[in-house]
């Protein structure tokens, strides 16, 4: 099993920045994967990046940065320029390379606005 607990929404101005947080505990040998995902009202939810247990990041949008601290069992979304389009409720996931664990964090809500 594992279990994500989720930090760092709040309210940001434009342009501004924001780092979340997503602390994993549990069975954290069994992570393949772990991303971050967004969703904005009336809007699916969509992958905004993803870090690999080698280490490799994939990040759909140049201003985020997905990295992680081994030691603290947690992965980052540092955020940065912020757009009112990033207002979204934001999600951390971890997933292994078979299938068999699929976890979500309670997600945390970003807002942009002046």
């Known amino acids: 099993q594992v279990q994500l607990v989720e930090s760092g929404g709040g309210l940001v101005q434009p342009g501004g920045s924001l780092r979340l947080s997503c602390q994993a505990s549990g069975n954290i040998g069994s992570i393949y994967v772990m991303e971050w995902y967004r969703q904005a009202p009336g809007k699916e939810r969509e992958l905004v990046a993803r870090i690999y247990s080698g280490g490799h990041t994939d990040s759909m949008e140049g201003r985020f940065t997905i990295s992680r601290d081994n030691a603290k069992n947690t992965v980052y979304l540092q955020m940065n320029y912020l757009d009112p389009e990033d207002t979204a409720v934001y999600y951390c996931?971890?997933?292994?390379?078979?299938?068999?664990?699929?976890?979500w964090g309670q997600g945390v809500l970003v807002t942009v606005s002046s």
């Open positions: 996931n971890a997933r292994d390379d078979r299938g068999a664990l699929d976890a």
